[in-house]
Nanobody
Framework: QVQLVESGGGSVQAGESLRLSCTAS????????MAWFRQAPGKERAGAAA???????TYADSVKGRFTISQDNAKNTLYLQMNSLRPEDTAMYYC???????????????????????WGQGTQVTVSS
C-alpha cells in the first residue's frame, strides 16, 4: 500500500507562487506515473498535471505555462511549482499515483480520477485577488 502525503498549500495573492510537495511512503514498481488533481467547491475533481517515471509531463490547458510538475525519485517526492496564481486556481490539491493508466499520458491527457490507484488527503490552495 502506498501512502501519499501532500504539503505546501496556503493562502496567497494573485500573481504569487506556491510549491506543493507530495511524499510517498513507498514507490513500488507498479506505479508508472503520478499526478496532481484539484477540486474547487462545487466542481468535479480534475487533473492539473501528470508525470511518468522518465519525467515526461502532461498539463491541463488551464495551467500550461504557469505550473511545473517534477519529481525526485530518490526522495519519493513529487512537486508542483505554481507560478502566476489566479483566483480560479483556488482548490483542494490532491496528489495521486497510477499503475495501469499511463497510456493517457502518451496521448497528452491526464487520466480521469477513477483511473488513479492511490490518493493523498489533499492540501488547500487559496488565491485572493
Amino acid at each position: 500500500q502506498v501512502q501519499l502525503v501532500e504539503s505546501g498549500g496556503g493562502s496567497v495573492q494573485a500573481g504569487e507562487s506556491l510549491r506543493l510537495s507530495c511524499t510517498a511512503s513507498a514507490y513500488t514498481f507498479s506505479i508508472s506515473f503520478m499526478a496532481w488533481f484539484r477540486q474547487a467547491p462545487g466542481k468535479e475533481r480534475a487533473g492539473a498535471a501528470a508525470i511518468d517515471r522518465n519525467g515526461a509531463a502532461t498539463y491541463a490547458d488551464s495551467v500550461k505555462g504557469r505550473f511545473t510538475i517534477s519529481q525526485d525519485n530518490a526522495k519519493n517526492t513529487l512537486y508542483l511549482q505554481m507560478n502566476s496564481l489566479r483566483p480560479e486556481d483556488t482548490a483542494m490539491y490532491y496528489c495521486a499515483a497510477g499503475a495501469k493508466a499511463k497510456w493517457w499520458l502518451l496521448i497528452n491527457r491526464i487520466p480521469p480520477p477513477p483511473n488513479m490507484d492511490y490518493w493523498g488527503q489533499g492540501t488547500q490552495v487559496t488565491v485572493s485577488s
